[in-house]
Every structure is written in C-alpha cells, then in structure tokens.
C-alpha cells in the first residue's frame, strides 16, 4: 500500500528566505507526482507535476524534484514571501489514477 | 466551464439527514474524483470515474455513501443518514484521466458539518 510521508509538518520562516519542503512515498512504481497548495478554507491549486521519467520542474520561484528510486521528492521556494503561506501537499499517482496525498506541511512566511 | 465547480460550498446538515454534493468538472475532462479531508488529515480517496467504465468505489468508507455520474459529466455524491464523523471538506477533481496525464484541477470543495 503506498503510503505518502511530508516533513515537516509544519515551518516557520523568515521573509526572503530559500526552503525546502520534503515528501516521501513507500512505493516507486508511480506515474507522477505532484505538488499542490492550499489556503485556509479554499480547495487545491496544483503548483507542479513531474512524471516518473523526468527529474525536476520548475515554475518560477518553485523547484520540485523526483527521485523515484530513493521514494522521494523535494519542493524548493526561492526567496520566499508572505503570500506563500498555506499548506503544501504532495501527492503521487498511483495505479487507477488515483492520487495518495501526505498529510502536507503548513508554511508561514513571516514578513 | 474554466475550472472545476462544487456546491454548496458549505453545507450544515442534522445528524441522520441525507445530503447530496454536486461536482461540475472541466469540460473534456473524462475522469472525475472525490476526495475527503478530514480536519487535520490528509486527503483521503473515496471514488473515480473514468468514462462510461464500472467506477472505482474502493474508498467509499460505508454503505451509505454513494456517487453516480450522469453523462459522463456532472457527479453526485450522496450520504444517506449523515453522522458527525462524516463531516469533512468533500473535494472533487477531474482530469484527462490518461496515465501520464498533465495533472489533476480540484474545485474548491464542499465543508459539509454534521450537528
């Protein structure tokens, strides 16, 4: 059974500063990974998906690498800012097009 | 439509009450899910649809939950005799549906609280 792992739970930082937000999954036969972000009270907004043959993707500010083999990914923030505070969630496609979510890291960006 | 839409967006129900979520998913899409999230958990998986297939109910946690989707588009979920512990932020998401697709669009779910 996949099982899908974020540390930390939970960050705190300073305005300006880089950070990297860790997940991990138990099974590396998956189909891709992706990236999330969530606001208090509001749904998901997808961020970053990388498929199981590539290694990394970049959007702006937002790094997010895959090492499928080891069962683990990264999500770099550059230059973090307070309106990056929210819940990031990392979840892998597993077989029947099913998403396994970790259970996310809260980031507060301190101005 | 441009995205993914749910309604209601809140939903308070009475305890033994029946309650239905809609989910409008973008247009084309073939797949459609639900999601529950529980408060201070993550997400968890409750059906998928793909197409005119027999749908994935393997997350449905109790007889009383049921989805149907019409026309291969918009989705219902229903809980029949609602408890507390069934309330959560249902949450539905579409997507191309192929393996290797470029990803899933949620909506922004529906808070449904059982008193």
């Known amino acids: 059974k996949q099982e899908v792992t974020q540390i930390p739970a939970a960050l705190s930082v300073p305005e300006g500063e880089n950070l990297v937000l860790n997940c991990s999954f138990t099974?590396?036969?998956?189909?891709?990974l992706q990236w999330f972000r969530q606001d208090p009270g509001k749904g998901l907004t997808s961020l970053l998906l990388?498929?199981?043959?590539?290694r990394e993707q970049t959007s702006g500010r937002l790094n997010a690498s895959l090492d499928k083999s080891s069962g683990r990914s990264t999500l770099y923030i550059a230059a973090s800012q307070p309106g990056d505070s929210a819940t990031y969630l990392c979840a892998v496609g597993a077989g029947g097009n099913k998403l396994v979510f970790g259970a996310g890291t809260i980031l507060r960006v301190k101005s | 439509g441009a995205g993914v839409s749910q309604s209601p967006s809140n939903k308070v129900t009475e305890k033994g009450k029946d309650v239905e979520l809609r989910c409008d998913p973008i247009s084309g899409h073939t797949a459609l899910y639900w999601y529950r999230q529980s408060l201070g958990q993550g997400l968890e998986f409750l059906i998928y649809?793909?197409?005119?297939?027999?749908?994935?109910k393997s997350g449905l946690p109790s007889d009383r939950f049921s989805a149907e989707r019409t026309g291969g588009s918009v989705s219902t979920l229903t809980i029949q005799r609602t408890q507390q512990e069934d309330s959560a932020v249902y949450l539905c998401a579409s997507s191309t549906g192929q393996v290797g697709a470029r990803g899933y669009t949620f909506g922004s779910g529906t808070r449904l609280t059982v008193v």
């Open positions: 099974d590396s036969a998956i189909y891709n």
């Open positions: 990388i498929q199981s043959s590539q």
């Open positions: 649809f793909q197409g005119n297939s027999a749908p994935d």
